[in-house]
C-alpha cells in the first residue's frame, strides 16, 4: 500500500506540473507530498524529479515510470469499478440502437421485459435501419444483423437470421414457380431500397454466390413496406423470416427457392471494447442472450 500511494502522489505532482499545486488539488500538505515522493525514488534508486527553486522537470526515469504508472493506476480504478458494478443495482440511462424491424419484433418486446425486470433503468431505443457509430454517438449498445468486421466491438450473438423470397399464393400460380433464381429477373419483384444489395439479390448457387437483377413496380424501404406490398399481390419479395412468419403459416404468403441460400447472417449484440462495463449494459446483454435462447428452445426463430 506504501508504494501505491507513493505512486500516486509522484503522478499527481507530475500531472500538476509541481508540489504546491498537486498540493492544493489534492488537499494534502505539500511537505507529505514532496516525503512520498522522495520515499518513492529511494525506493527505486533512481531520481524521477529534477527539482529547482523555481521549476520542477521530470528526468528520463521519471518519464518512463509516469507512464507505466498512469497505466497501472488506471487499472486498479478500473477492477475497482468492475467489482463495484457487478454487486451494484444495475441503475441509470441505457441508449440502444437498432434495426427498425427488430425494434419493431424481437429486440422491442426484449427491451419492454428488461424494463420490467429493472425498474432503475431507463432506455432511450433508436431504430434507424443503418450502422451507427457507438462511440462517436453515445450508444451503450445496439444490435446488429450482420457479418461482424469491426474488430474494435466486443459482440455477443443472439440468434440465427434466415431470409427468404416469398409471394402472395395467387401471385404465384399466375406467374409460375421459379425454378432457379434466374427466373426472377424475369417476374414482378419488390425491392427493398434500405438493403445493401437493392435490387441485387444474391444466392448461392451450386456452392457459388450469384447476383440476380430484379425489378417490379414497387421500391420501398423497409421489411415491413416489402411485407405489405407483398400480401397486396405486388410481387416476390425478399424479406427477413421473422417479418412474414406468421404469414408463412397462415398460407397468406408462400416461400419459393428455398433450396438455394438467400441469405444467412446472425443477429449481435455489440458494445465498444471497455476495460470497465457498466452494470447496466452487462445486466442487459445478458438478458438479451438468455432471452433469445428462451424463444430458439421455444421454436420462435429468426
Known amino acids: 500500500m506504501d508504494t501505491l500511494t507513493r505512486m500516486q502522489a509522484f503522478v499527481r505532482v507530475a500531472e500538476a506540473g509541481g508540489f504546491s499545486a498537486a498540493a492544493r488539488r489534492q488537499g494534502k500538505s505539500k511537505a507529505l507530498l514532496s516525503k512520498y515522493v522522495r520515499e518513492l525514488e529511494d525506493e527505486l534508486g533512481a531520481r524521477l524529479l529534477n527539482r529547482t527553486t523555481r521549476q520542477l ?4 526515469a521519471g518519464q518512463v515510470y509516469l507512464r507505466e504508472a498512469v497505466d497501472i493506476l488506471q487499472r486498479i480504478d478500473d477492477l475497482k469499478s468492475t467489482v463495484h458494478d457487478t454487486h451494484r443495482e444495475p441503475r441509470g440511462l441505457l441508449r440502444i440502437a437498432a434495426p427498425r424491424t427488430l425494434g419493431d419484433g424481437e429486440i422491442g418486446q426484449a427491451i419492454m421485459e428488461f424494463l420490467q425486470k429493472e425498474p432503475l433503468i ?26 461482424l468486421t469491426d474488430s474494435s466491438l466486443i459482440a455477443r450473438t443472439l440468434a440465427p437470421f434466415r431470409i427468404l423470397v416469398c409471394v402472395r399464393p395467387d401471385v404465384l400460380a399466375a406467374t409460375g414457380r421459379p425454378m432457379t433464381p434466374a427466373e426472377l429477373a424475369e417476374m414482378p419483384c419488390i425491392v427493398d431500397t434500405n438493403a445493401k444489395v437493392r435490387a441485387n439479390w444474391t444466392f448461392k448457387v451450386d456452392g457459388e454466390r450469384r447476383s440476380v437483377t430484379v425489378r417490379g413496380r414497387v421500391e420501398v424501404n423497409s421489411p415491413r413496406a416489402v411485407r405489405a406490398a407483398a400480401l397486396a399481390g405486388l410481387g416476390f419479395a425478399k424479406v427477413p423470416y421473422m417479418t412474414v412468419r406468421e404469414d408463412i403459416a397462415a398460407g397468406r404468403l408462400v416461400a419459393v427457392l428455398e433450396e438455394f441460400e438467400v441469405g444467412a447472417s446472425a443477429i449481435h449484440v455489440v458494445y465498444p471494447h471497455r476495460r470497465h462495463l457498466s452494470g447496466k449494459v452487462r445486466a442487459f446483454v445478458d438478458f438479451l442472450v438468455a432471452w433469445f435462447e428462451k424463444a430458439q428452445r421455444a421454436g420462435r426463430t429468426c
Not at 57 to 60: C, D, F, I, L, Q
Open 122 to 147: 431507463t432506455v432511450d431505443v433508436r431504430l434507424e435501419d443503418r450502422f451507427v457509430d457507438l462511440v462517436e454517438e453515445g450508444f451503450d449498445v445496439a444490435v446488429r444483423v450482420s457479418e
Open 57 to 60: 522537470s521530470m528526468t528520463e
